[in-house]
């Protein structure tokens, strides 16, 4: 089995920023995928960014072009998230996501295992 743990939400006002994280333990493959989705009260879980293993490729929602960036280190089995210029319609339990698979997806269903999620509260 695979253990995802984010870490770093928090409360932040409005043009502020946060980074996450995401440690990936337990059981290791030879290439994966890391994507950072997330869910706010009343909505379906979303994309937000992915990126491939060599982090050469990633993806954006158009929602936090721009303002957000994916990244990882390999080495420590862990992608972060950096999140700038917030807004209130980013607050969401923000949640990582790993594929079996070089590059990242879109959909939730393409992911293997999934972390608890870090609470992300961004007040106007």
């Known amino acids: 089995q695979v253990q995802l743990v984010e870490s770093g939400g928090g409360l932040v006002q409005a043009g502020g920023s946060l980074r996450l994280s995401c440690a990936a333990s337990?059981?290791?493959?030879?290439?994966?995928?890391m994507g950072w989705f997330r869910q706010a009260p009343g909505k379906e879980r979303e994309f937000v960014a992915g990126?491939?293993?060599?982090?050469?490729?990633?993806y954006y929602a158009d929602s936090v072009k721009g303002r957000f960036t994916i990244s990882r280190d390999n080495a420590k089995n862990t992608v972060y998230l950096q999140m700038n210029s917030l807004k209130p319609e980013d607050t969401a339990r923000y949640y990582c996501?790993?594929?079996?698979?070089?590059?990242?997806?879109?959909?939730?269903?393409?992911?293997?295992?999934w972390g608890q999620g870090t609470q992300v509260t961004v007040s106007s």
């Open positions: 996501a790993l594929r079996i698979n070089s590059l990242p997806e879109f959909r939730t269903d393409e992911y293997d295992f």
């Open positions: 337990g059981r290791t493959f030879s290439v994966y995928a």
């Open positions: 990126i491939s293993w060599g982090g050469g490729t990633t």
